[in-house]
């Protein structure tokens, strides 16, 4: 009952309703896509550690960040039942690219025919097609800024159609939090979708738990174990560290490419652990919206990048 109702995702990205507050000028989030899992062997310094100053294996997912391009900037009035757009403004010129994911509009807004207003967010695209995935269509999200009124206002001014890196908005050791929508299975039974026990060899009885409700009564409920879809279901990983962030391919492309990937071509990011998603899967990383004060986020000391392939 933790991820009930088990809907499957709209969209292959996600859509963030709520953000941290933050007083430094930058945006919130960066896209990217998973490539695959490798591991590397750093220095543990953590003060409380048992392994405190002794090499370890932490194991990574690379997520290739190209950089995202602020293509709008919509604005926000506050009402009795939550905020309303008022308006928004594109960038001029647009790549050619994002035709094939929104209707571009054929007379962009000025500056100085913005109403009232309360907050403002970014709009911005990804570009698929600097990596080596097959991809076109690029994603587009609104990402929030950090900081005051009219430093939002002055950051869209200026980034209004530039791009933003990877290294603009995060740094070696931060943590961050990981949306993604996790691997679809299709339609499965309900031992595999809820772990329903299979009776013992021999057993006289049923060969699965059958029961969908008490004898006599009118409904099913909700809550009987039963087949259905399973995944494709809209995740998020909580606090995730950054072991690095940079832009030198060389560190983790594997011999003939990343299996089911390919090359790593942009700036890169190793988070600690697993990501949701199978390979090629839009992740998007945000600031942490209840970061653990307790980790320890100085930047780790990297002895060693497998760059061995995995197949």
């Known amino acids: 009952m933790q991820f009930w109702p088990r809907r499957r995702a709209e969209r292959e990205y996600p859509r963030i309703r709520r953000?941290?507050?933050?007083?430094v000028i930058k945006p919130l989030a960066v896209g990217g896509y998973k490539a695959g899992m490798t591991h590397c062997l750093v220095i543990d310094k953590r003060p409380n550690s048992p392994t405190k100053g002794e090499q370890i294996s932490i194991p990574t997912t690379i997520v290739e960040c190209p950089p995202m391009v602020l293509c709008g900037v919509r604005f926000y009035k506050n009402a009795p039942e939550g905020k309303k757009t008022v308006t928004q403004l594109s960038m001029e010129n647009p790549k050619k690219d994002l035709s094939r994911k929104i209707s571009l509009p054929k007379k962009t807004k000025t500056w100085d025919t913005i109403p009232e207003w309360d907050d403002l967010v970014i709009l911005v695209h990804t570009q698929p097609r600097k990596t080596g995935i097959g991809k076109k269509k690029p994603e587009v999200f609104e990402i929030a800024l950090g900081g005051s009124k009219e430093?939002?206002?002055?950051?869209?001014?200026?980034?209004?159609g530039k791009e933003i890196s990877l290294q603009d908005v995060f740094k070696n050791g931060q943590i961050v939090d990981v949306h993604a929508v996790t691997t679809g299975r299709g339609f499965v039974g309900a031992v595999k979708r809820f772990g329903v026990a299979i009776r013992h060899h021999k057993s006289e009885k049923s060969r699965r738990v059958a029961i969908i409700g008490p004898?006599?009564?009118?409904?099913?409920?909700?809550?009987?174990?039963?087949?259905?879809?399973k995944g494709y279901n809209l995740r998020t990983t909580y606090n995730l560290q950054m072991i690095l962030l940079s832009d030198k391919v060389e560190q983790v492309n594997q011999s003939g490419g990343i299996n089911r990937y390919g090359m790593i071509k942009n700036p890169y990011v190793l988070l600690k652990g697993s990501v949701p998603g199978p390979k090629k899967r839009f992740v998007l990383l945000t600031e942490p919206i209840r970061p653990d004060k307790t980790m320890d986020t100085r930047p780790m000391e990297i002895s060693y990048i497998s760059s061995a392939s995995k197949q």
Do not use: I, R
């Open 151 to 160: 430093e939002k206002l002055a950051y869209a001014k200026e980034k209004l």
């Open 215 to 229: 004898e006599g009564y009118a409904k099913v409920k909700h809550t009987v174990c039963q087949h259905g879809k």
């Open 19 to 23: 953000w941290p507050a933050l007083k």
